[in-house]
């Protein structure tokens, strides 16, 4: 039987596993294909673009730091991050006594047009919030989060919207799908 890819938009408060947990979803709540699991996380208060296969092979390949293939994030942060903070940002920053590898950091010029949470992000007249594009070649635990709150500017709400050569783009909250024979020719390339 061959092997299975899919790609998963998650919600946010939904774990990425296929365990039970009564008071939050996980996987199962809406994926009903035997034997995938996720290749990397995305903690329970993160939404955006999952994926899952049953070819450990390739799932190894995906989430081994020696590989390093990018994932990219829409970040809202709170306030308006200045030039010194994207810098840093770019350059790495320390964080529980590692220093990140450099990251791929820009300043997005409007909100991006994303579905809107359940709940709202929470909301304050009096402070701006902002919008980043970050790319990073690592996943260390709530790293994207760490790394913004390092710089001074807390993450709000954090959207996985790329991993290597998939696309959020398609797909809504909660929706998966299967890979085209395209995707799959270049996950295969990886």
């Not at 008071?23 to 939404?47: F, H, Q």
């Not at 350059?91 to 709940?119: H, W």
């Not at 760490?146 to 809504?172: K, N, Q, Y």
Request: proline fraction near 11%; aromatic fraction near 8%; hydrophobic fraction near 35%.
């Amino acid at each position: 039987m061959p092997y299975q890819y899919l790609l998963f938009h998650k919600p946010y408060n939904v774990l990425s596993q296929f365990g039970q947990d009564p008071p939050n979803p996980t996987l199962k709540d809406y994926i009903a294909v035997p034997s995938v699991y996720p290749v990397g996380r995305l903690d329970k208060d993160s939404e955006g673009l999952m994926l899952l296969t049953d070819n450990g092979r390739v799932q190894h390949r995906l989430c081994d730091p020696k590989f390093s293939h990018p994932r990219t994030y829409w970040v809202q942060v709170e306030r308006i991050p200045d030039e010194e903070a994207i810098a840093s940002l770019r350059e790495g920053v320390t964080i529980k006594n590692y220093r990140t590898k450099p990251a791929k950091v820009k300043l997005l010029p409007a909100e991006p047009a994303l579905p809107p949470r359940d709940p709202p992000v929470r909301f304050r007249k009096t402070v701006p919030t902002a919008w980043l594009e970050m790319t990073l070649t690592e996943g260390k635990n709530r790293q994207v989060r760490r790394m913004t709150a390092a710089v001074g500017f807390p993450t709000l709400r954090l959207v996985r919207v790329a991993i290597a050569c998939f696309s959020l783009e398609g797909l809504e909250p909660g929706q998966w799908r299967y890979l085209t024979p395209k995707e799959l020719e270049l996950l295969l390339r990886l």
